[in-house]
Nanobody
Framework: QLQLVESGGGLVQPGGSLRLSCVASNFKMEIYNIGWFRQAPGKERERISCDSTRDGSKYYADSVKGRFTVSRDNAKNTVYLQMDNLEPEDTGVYYC?????????????????????WGQGTQVTVSQ
């Protein structure tokens, strides 16, 4: 069974940074479109980033563009979400997710419904 486990969340002051990790088990993460999502209290789950298997590019939502960066360590089967200049609006539970299989797609083409496998989430709180 494909598994994803996030870690690295916590409490940080506005303007601070965190790095989240997403470790995969039972599949080679490097060939999948891995997405990052977040869900704030009372709000719908929001897609914030997704890899492209078509050209290696990365999609970022406008709300995080220029502040968040996704990277991979294929040897560790791990994807990272570096979050800089955090704002209170970034507070929420952060999830990584994978689609049901390999497909050549641009990251922006995938929506929440395209992802089948989800981690348990890690809480990020940005507050004074």
């Amino acid at each position: 069974q494909l598994q994803l486990v996030e870690s690295g969340g916590g409490l940080v002051q506005p303007g601070g940074s965190l790095r989240l990790s997403c470790v995969a088990s039972n599949f080679k993460m490097e060939i999948y479109n891995i997405g990052w999502f977040r869900q704030a209290p009372g709000k719908e789950r929001e897609r914030i980033s997704c890899d492209s298997t078509r050209d290696g590019s990365k999609y970022y939502a406008d709300s995080v563009k220029g502040r968040f960066t996704v990277s991979r360590d294929n040897a560790k089967n791990t994807v990272y979400l570096q979050m800089d200049n955090l704002e209170p609006e970034d507070t929420g539970v952060y999830y990584c997710a994978a689609p049901p299989g390999y497909k050549l797609q641009y990251g922006y083409e995938l929506t929440l419904a395209d992802f089948k496998f989800w981690g348990q989430g890690t809480q990020v709180t940005v507050s004074q």
